[in-house]
């Protein structure tokens, strides 16, 4: 049974074009994350919300946007997608920011910028 | 600046032998790592993971060691079976909660 749900798995977006990506938890954490993996590079934090509160990593570009409209529900909104955008982008729950929980992952969408 | 390196991309063994996937931090200040696993098309799973207050965690197949005066850590598969082949993801923890990620090992268990 997925728990972290990834929607869709492969986005083909136009360069500029405004594009979002959606996430969905069954486990009730309170904590998401959108990680950006580039290929063959290691997954890259964006930013994460703990319950309501939005924290953005200091080098995340202003390009990338989030929303976290209730508990099961995260989206990535990239207002302008440039060709260096085209990444693998991970959703990631986690029950709290405390003690070092482990972190569940969805399946990744795949965004190509064209 | 890679903060947590795992310098082979990828390793084949064959089955029922010993798979020993490496990483390599820089850090001093982390003090918990973690092991996920990924297979194509699917999410990383979590593994096992292991605090610096320890040097060793086992869950069956699966030991971690912690080497701290190195910073190196390794992730030991005894024996490996073939539906272990996946890319190995080391990853540290900085501060609470932001996962420091390597880059991954491609292992190839082979029948």
């Known amino acids: 049974d997925a728990m972290v749900i990834q929607n869709p798995r492969y986005q083909v977006t136009q360069f500029g074009k405004p594009v979002t990506l959606s996430c969905s938890q069954t486990?009730?954490?309170?904590?998401m994350y959108w990680y950006q993996q580039k290929s063959s590079q290691a997954p890259k934090l964006l930013f994460h919300?703990?319950?309501?509160?939005?924290?953005n990593e200091a080098d995340t570009p202003d390009n990338f946007q989030s929303r976290r409209p209730n508990t099961s529900f995260c989206f990535l909104d990239i207002r302008s997608p440039g060709l260096g955008d085209a990444a693998m982008y991970l959703c990631?729950?986690?029950?709290?920011?405390?003690?070092?929980?482990?972190?569940?992952f969805g399946q990744g969408t795949r965004l190509t910028v064209v | 600046d890679q903060q947590v390196k795992q310098n082979s991309p990828s390793l084949s063994v064959q089955e029922g032998r010993i798979s020993i996937l490496n990483c390599d931090y820089t850090?001093?200040?982390?003090?918990?790592f973690l092991w996920y696993k990924k297979y194509p098309a699917e999410g990383p799973t979590f593994l096992i993971s292991?605090?610096?207050?320890?040097d060793k965690n086992e869950d069956g197949r699966f030991t971690v060691f912690l080497n701290k005066s190195a910073k190196h850590l390794s992730l030991h598969i005894v024996p490996s079976q073939p539906g272990d082949s996946a890319v190995y993801f080391c990853?540290?923890?900085?501060?609470?909660?932001?996962?420091?990620f390597g880059t991954g090992t491609r292992l190839k268990v082979l029948a």
């Open positions: 990631a729950t986690s029950r709290d920011l405390r003690g070092m929980t482990e972190a569940f």
């Open positions: 486990l009730n954490h309170n904590v």
């Open positions: 919300y703990y319950d309501k509160d939005f924290n």
């Open positions: 850090n001093s200040m982390f003090d918990y």
């Open positions: 292991i605090s610096s207050i320890k």
């Open positions: 990853a540290a923890i900085e501060g609470t909660y932001k996962y420091i």
